[in-house]
């Protein structure tokens, strides 16, 4: 079936250590995202990647990294500068659409999420 | 004020009402998302539209661009369809599918 694993659904951290979040996809598609979600919010853009070997910050990125290497991959590390780092990680990815009478638009898939708690 | 607004941010109904939860955005947009977020946290896309209404099974969304505004009904609902409703636009100025996102409905439906 295709679809995007995320793991591990929860992970419990000690404050000041790094910590890798994991993203596959099997779904072929070039763009894939992270986003963070804290309650009462709306999500927010980590980082997101267009194509392998490329990535761009989004809204919130100080504290995180990441990296592209393959298609099907796109891991995110929350480093101990992330001053608030416990949150609900959410992994997507797009493929385009195109709607007609307006500019292309992509559907966004998302995986199941990890929550992150640091103590 | 945020970009994404939804109203109610909670909402509570019998089984077998019609439901509708309102989005309305302040920046121009590409497309308008519909996403369904259950409790254990995964996210499934329900709808994308730009223009006029989409329909599938028992949920409909509909979208005015000139009012900035769109609608998220649930025809006959049901306890399974208690979820956080999301609304989120995409950002027509990147080439990428960039979103901005409401914080959320909570509907809860009882039996």
């Known amino acids: 079936d295709g679809g995007i694993t995320q793991s591990p659904k929860y992970l419990f951290r000690k404050e000041g250590q790094n910590v890798t979040l994991s993203c596959e996809q099997n779904?072929?598609?070039?763009?894939m995202y992270w986003y963070r979600q804290d309650p009462g919010q709306g999500l927010r853009l980590i980082y997101y990647s267009q194509i392998v070997n490329d990535f761009q910050k989004g809204d919130i990125a100080e504290g995180y990294s990441v990296s592209r290497e393959k298609k099907e991959s796109f891991p995110l590390t929350v480093t101990s500068a992330q001053k608030n780092p416990t949150a609900f990680y959410l992994c997507?990815?797009?493929?385009?659409?195109?709607?007609?009478?307006?500019?292309?638009?992509?559907?966004?898939?998302f995986g199941p999420g990890t929550r992150l708690t640091v103590t | 004020k945020n970009e994404v607004e939804q109203s109610p941010q909670n909402l509570t109904a019998q089984e077998g009402e019609f439901i509708t939860i309102n989005c309305s955005y302040s920046v121009g947009i590409s497309a308008l998302h519909w996403l369904q977020q259950h409790p254990g946290g995964g996210i499934v896309s329900l709808f994308m539209l730009s223009s006029g209404k989409k329909k599938h099974g028992r949920l409909i969304a509909t979208i005015n661009i000139q009012e900035k505004h769109s609608s998220l009904h649930i025809t006959a609902s049901h306890p399974r369809d208690s979820a956080v409703y999301i609304c989120?636009?995409?950002?027509?100025?990147?080439?990428?599918?960039?979103?901005?996102f409401g914080t959320g409905t909570r509907l809860q439906v009882f039996p």
């Open positions: 997507a990815s797009s493929i385009r659409h195109s709607l007609l009478g307006t500019s292309d638009s992509y559907e966004q898939y």
């Open positions: 989120a636009v995409s950002d027509p100025n990147k080439n990428t599918d960039k979103l901005i």
């Open positions: 779904l072929n598609h070039d763009a």
